[in-house]
């Protein structure tokens, strides 16, 4: 898989966190994931704690936070929920800067508002520092059924496809006077997404006619990925196992 289809989310370094085996990182997102569910949410000090954690993490992949902040939009959709919910749930109600708003919607939109924003910034962590192609053998190394790792294949390399097409469509309207604020500017995008949709589904089966005639039986051969030493493995665990040292304690003292 070619780099071009990487600089969206990968940044290149060779940082003690961008030599850790991809399975390894992984495997360590989703026990800190894990753990910060499991936090109770009204221990509001531990999950300080965890974007201390990451942030740690961050300086030590010398990613800035300049780059994650631009690829937190994809949360936007739960931040917006979050802040609904104090003002639409029902039960007893309290007041915030002079605003009444549901007691059991604040905590609510603060649990789903903490937890949401510490996994996404733990995912994005985790792509600026694994290429894609590390991330999917990581996934055969793991044991993840075949069908969705070849799924997820697909959807990584012809995602740039997709967008260039995007891309090409859009300019083409443009250039034929397309105007985004006239009446007829709706039906022409719609006429634009079905033609995509069509584009892709026969890309799709001429790509799928390409694998057959070169010997694809329904599986992608499997790779051998980069092997994990116990250094590699005490490195990633530094993380999760700081996460549960913290949750546990705030279970002990909620």
């Known amino acids: 898989m070619a780099d071009g289809h990487l600089h969206r989310l990968y940044r290149h370094g060779d940082t003690p966190v961008h030599r850790l085996p991809a399975h390894v990182k992984l495997l360590a997102l989703v026990s800190f994931v894990l753990v910060v569910v499991a936090t109770p949410r009204e221990a509001f000090w531990a999950f300080g704690v965890y974007a201390a954690l990451l942030a740690a993490v961050a300086a030590v992949a010398r990613v800035p936070a300049r ?32 605003v009444t708003v549901s007691q059991a919607g604040l905590l609510a ?30 996934l055969q190394r793991l044991r993840v059924p075949p069908v969705l790792v070849e799924i997820t294949s697909f959807m990584v390399r012809y995602a740039d496809v997709t967008t260039g097409e995007m891309r090409r469509m859009k300019i083409a309207r443009e250039s034929r006077g397309f105007d985004p604020r006239s009446r007829r500017a709706l039906a022409v995008v719609a006429s634009s997404a079905g033609a995509l949709f069509i584009r892709s589904y026969e890309r799709g ?37 700081a996460a549960l040292l913290t949750a546990t304690a705030a279970w002990l003292t909620t």
């Open 67 to 98: 780059f994650i902040l631009r690829r937190m939009v994809v949360e936007i959709p739960f931040v917006v929920f979050a802040v609904l919910l104090p003002f639409i749930a029902l039960g007893p109600t309290t007041q915030v800067l002079g």
């Open 109 to 138: 939109g603060w649990n789903i508002l903490a937890k949401g924003t510490l996994g996404v910034v733990a995912s994005i962590l985790l792509a600026a520092t694994t290429d894609a192609r590390e991330l999917l053998l990581a």
């Open 205 to 241: 089966e001429r790509v799928h006619l390409a694998m057959l005639a070169r010997g694809y039986a329904g599986r992608l051969p499997v790779v051998e990925v980069q092997q994990a030493g116990a250094a590699a493995w005490a490195r990633a665990a530094v993380l999760p196992v």
